[in-house]
């Protein structure tokens, strides 16, 4: 079992920047591809990036490629979602989630999720 905990959501102005962590506790990251999602209110649940366990490989969605920078550290059991020139549309709760196969065709474990709201 993989528990993940995200951290370093809050409200933030339009342009502005937010970095989120994903921390990961029971079993070791290193051997899973970890990625991020959102979900805003009324909305499905958003693909945004994944990153392969070799701390390089990664893929993005269209909507957030040039904006937002998926990295982990597998030594520190963490991935990290850097967001930035935020807009009001990124208003969403933001979860990470991991996966043993590559690329991912479904996630085995999700954490709870941090508020992410960007202010206009």
């Known amino acids: 079992q993989v528990q993940l905990v995200e951290s370093g959501g809050g409200l933030v102005q339009t342009g502005g920047s937010l970095r989120l962590s994903c921390a990961a506790s029971g079993r070791t990251l290193s051997t899973y591809a970890a990625g991020w999602f959102r979900q805003a209110p009324g909305k499905e649940r958003e693909f945004l990036a994944v990153?392969?366990?070799?701390?390089?490989?990664?893929s993005y969605a269209d909507s957030v490629k040039g904006r937002f920078t998926i990295s982990r550290i597998n030594a520190k059991n963490t991935v990290y979602l850097q967001m930035n020139s935020l807009k009001p549309e990124d208003t969403a709760v933001y979860y990470c989630?991991?996966?043993?196969?590559?690329?991912?065709?479904?996630?085995?474990?999700w954490g709870q999720g941090t508020q992410v709201t960007v202010s206009s």
């Open positions: 990153m392969h366990w070799d701390e390089f490989r990664t």
């Open positions: 989630a991991a996966s043993s196969t590559w690329p991912p065709p479904a996630y085995d474990y």
